[in-house]
């Protein structure tokens, strides 16, 4: 009898114990969500379809343009994208600028790509891009483009090479020191 009470104060004192633990996680995820919010209003996302995007990946300037196409739900495109932050970082005074160019679907915008762009306080500069007509616009930015993430073109006034691959950050830096002037 008396481990039968001793099991049963065990279970109530157990039971009152979760019961704490669930005001706390519910107090963690409203700040969580708070968060999530700040994060929506501090950043500032440009949306463009193919016809605003066409400039952005086609400049005649005097730079050398990393445009990297991605999505948050792509484990190799996120893998990659400290790649390209370093790239960034590291050439800018080359005249070196990088674009990346999510493909996130716009209903996911405020609830996971700009709070993933703070989490990971990308400095490069990041649009969305939402054109439902895959077929004009997959070959128009490549002809033997499948449409395949993560996807990245880097160009200049005198060459452009469009690779369907990902990198790491030495096959990204040997890629670039092609296009910069010996």
């Known amino acids: ?9 065990t279970c109530i004192l157990s039971c009152k114990n979760d019961t704490s633990n669930t005001v706390d996680v519910s107090v963690a995820a409203v700040q969580e969500d708070a968060t999530v919010t700040n994060a929506q209003s501090d950043i500032d ?3 463009y379809d193919y016809d605003g995007l066409e400039p952005l990946i086609n400049k005649t300037d005097n730079k050398i343009h990393v445009v ?23 050439y800018e005074s080359n005249n070196v ?6 493909l996130d679907f716009p209903r996911n915008y405020d609830s996971k790509l ?13 649009v969305a891009f939402d054109d439902v007509d895959q077929n ?7 002809e033997a483009w499948t449409g395949a993430l ?12 469009f690779y369907e691959r990902s990198f790491t950050l030495e096959e990204l830096e040997t890629e670039l020191k092609q296009f910069l002037s010996p």
Not at 68 to 90: D, G, H, M, S
Not at 114 to 126: D, G, M, R
């Open 114 to 126: 700009k709070p993933f762009i703070k989490k990971h306080n990308l400095k490069s500069e990041v």
């Open 45 to 47: 996302l440009r949306i």
């Open 68 to 90: 990297n196409f991605w999505a948050t739900w792509c484990a190799p495109c996120v893998k990659e994208l400290p790649y390209f932050e370093a790239i960034k970082e590291k």
């Open 1 to 9: 009898m008396k481990r039968l009470l001793l099991v049963l104060m």
């Open 136 to 142: 004009r616009w997959i070959p128009a930015i490549n």
């Open 97 to 102: 600028e990088v674009l990346l160019v999510s």
């Open 150 to 161: 993560p996807a990245t073109i880097i160009y200049n006034n005198e060459k452009r090479q």
